[in-house]
């Protein structure tokens, strides 16, 4: 999900660009490379290339959360196998300590007849 956002972030770099490549004095704005031509304020233009930086700079950031986000998942599965391996290994030493303990039962009461 990260790469996606990355990926975005750079088209819409790309189209900022590209529009505003060719604008004039009259601010008649024409994307680079079509037909297409527009007349717009410089307020307006100014505001889309603004919101576009700020969704370019959320895309970005998001991308750094989603990394994050895979790498604390796969820690505390990690964490999870370990501690259940411990959990496990307790269980397993104190069956032992029961079955010692039955086998002195055992033993004494055999030694005491």
Do not use: H, W
Request: hydrophobic share 50%; charged share 20%; glycine share 6%.
């Amino acid at each position: 999900m990260g790469t996606i956002c990355v990926i975005i972030a750079v088209l819409v770099t790309i189209f900022t660009l590209m529009f505003g490549q060719y604008n004039d004095m009259d601010l008649n704005l024409a994307l680079m490379y079509t037909d297409i031509k527009f007349q717009m304020t410089f307020l307006v233009s100014t505001l889309i290339v603004f919101a576009l930086g700020i969704f370019t700079g959320v895309m970005l950031m998001l991308s750094s959360f989603f990394d994050a986000a895979n790498r604390y998942n796969k820690l505390k599965k990690q964490y999870d196998k370990t501690s259940l391996g411990t959990d496990e290994a307790d269980e397993k030493i104190k069956l032992l300590e029961n079955k010692i303990k039955t086998l002195e039962a055992a033993l004494n009461k055999a030694m005491g007849k």
